[in-house]
């Protein structure tokens, strides 16, 4: 029999729990944006003060004349007009918290919408997969439709890989033209920028658009995914009505605050499920405009010139485009947005977790970790003397080889940032013998990413320089 383990918390002691007591009379304890493992201790005075002038002294909410029971009976009757139960028991308003951004000169604040057992809550998580499908089917018929063309109107990326596949693209032709420009722009506040009228009308003609050029009837939603069909199934949209729920979603976004009701009247709160899909959606009906535009003028050069640009939410890279873009975002965007340049100089930008470079006709990039610049040290990876199983955290450990290796162009980078972990993990309990055997398998397993660099990383000098 196997004898169980008697964990210990020391926040379950006593004198710990006094102590955090009188703390929390004080003092608010909230995560760190960018490192949710990471906790702020801030002034309650401070925080309170903030939250309130974020509620009653911007234009964002608007004081709302409704009681809790009436928003609620007023959702219950729209979905059984829609025939789709989206209220569960111990349904309750979202309330207002936020999140330090330490990695800001002087600290800002991230304002999240605590969507938990909310009477919107079911309705926004089934809305956001529809909403991620119908995006995935406009990314799928823009490079099908474009196949032979040279101009993109699809910006919209989900992650860093299709901006590293057209960096390696772009230095393996570098004789046909290569690197030559770069550059990187954020949305200032886009989530609390957008109206509502404005983001209710490219919905509905996103929507509209989707449902036309897959000449489907229907959008339905099983078991977490959504799916077009001519045919109806137990949970199921045609475009209008999808877009008459996403109307009600953006209308009833209420909080409660100091006793009283506030509804959101400009933007989208962070913290509802459904948030970056209409974020997006909006964004791309602007885009793609632009560029139909520039063809039907017949600016062919200049639509294909705006064919590198990759925009994860608000953040946007731009390559080789001759600042063309810089000079039209103002026109493509609505006037409430405001786009700003984030090059750190003219030839080295951050996007996402990539730090890219421009050097000698060819983009170069290295791990960037916005947690470096904070000013403590960041937790992150697993501590091996807590309470945790050993193979799923050295699992962590492989992952992490992975992400780097694909994430540095150069050994030289790759060297830098896996001492740097391997410094980190052993100070965490980490043993190097199996560090090393998990180094071994990620040789073996991931030859065609580090094959790369042009060497054997399981040579002996290798893994004396590394470890």
Not at 119 to 131: D, G, P
């Amino acid at each position: 029999n196997m004898n169980r383990y008697k964990f210990h918390s020391v926040l379950k002691e006593a004198d710990v729990k006094t102590a955090l007591t009188q703390l929390q009379e004080h003092f608010v304890f909230t995560p760190i944006d960018k490192a949710s493992n990471n906790v702020s201790i801030i002034c309650k005075r401070f925080y309170i003060d903030t939250l309130t002038t974020e509620v009653k002294n911007s234009n964002t909410f608007k004081l709302g004349n409704s009681t809790e029971e009436s928003i609620f009976k007023e959702h219950i009757k729209f979905y059984k007009k829609q025939n789709i139960n989206y209220i569960k028991e111990d349904q309750s308003l979202p309330y207002l918290y936020m999140t330090s951004k330490m990695h800001k000169v002087p600290p800002k604040f991230r304002f999240i919408t605590s969507g938990t057992s909310t009477s919107i809550e079911n309705m926004s998580k089934v809305l956001s997969v529809c909403l991620k499908r119908l995006i995935k089917y406009a990314k799928c018929s823009m490079k099908f439709n474009n196949k032979y063309k040279s101009h993109n109107s699809f910006f919209i990326v989900d992650d860093r890989s299709e901006v590293l596949d057209f960096i390696t693209k772009t230095n393996f032709r570098r004789k046909f033209g290569g690197a030559k420009n770069l550059r990187t722009y954020d949305f200032s506040n886009l989530y609390t920028s957008i109206p509502h009228d404005k983001l209710k009308a490219n919905v509905k003609i996103f929507v509209n658009e989707i449902f036309d050029a897959s000449g489907k009837l229907f959008i339905n939603v099983k078991d977490k995914r959504a799916y077009l069909s001519n045919t109806i199934s137990e949970l199921s949209f045609s475009a209008k009505t999808l877009v008459d729920n996403i109307s009600f979603l953006i209308d009833n976004c209420y909080i409660k605050f100091d006793g009283k009701i506030y509804r959101q009247v400009l933007g989208i709160p962070m913290g509802t499920s459904c948030a970056p899909h209409l974020a997006n959606i909006f964004l791309y009906i602007y885009e793609k405009a632009a560029v139909m535009d520039l063809i039907n003028k017949g600016k062919t050069k200049e639509a294909s010139t705006l064919a590198n640009i990759f925009r994860y939410q608000d953040d946007c890279i731009v390559f080789n485009d001759h600042m063309l873009f810089d000079s039209m975002f103002k026109d493509i965007y609505p006037e409430e947005l405001t786009l700003l340049n984030t090059n750190l100089s003219p030839c080295k930008v951050t996007f996402l977790d990539l730090m890219i470079s421009l050097h000698q006709g060819k983009f170069k990039h290295v791990l960037y970790d916005k947690r470096n610049d904070f000013n403590f040290s960041v937790i992150s990876y697993p501590f091996l003397s807590g309470n945790i199983p050993k193979i799923p955290a050295y699992g962590v450990y492989l992952s992490q080889l992975l992400r780097i290796c694909q994430i540095c162009s150069e050994f030289s980078g790759f060297k830098r940032e896996i001492i740097d972990l391997h410094k980190k993990l052993l100070r965490q309990g980490f043993e190097i013998v199996s560090l090393k055997r998990k180094f071994g398998q990620f040789c073996c397993k991931y030859l065609h990413v580090w094959g790369k660099y042009g060497m054997d990383l399981f040579s002996n000098s290798i893994l004396d320089a590394l470890f």
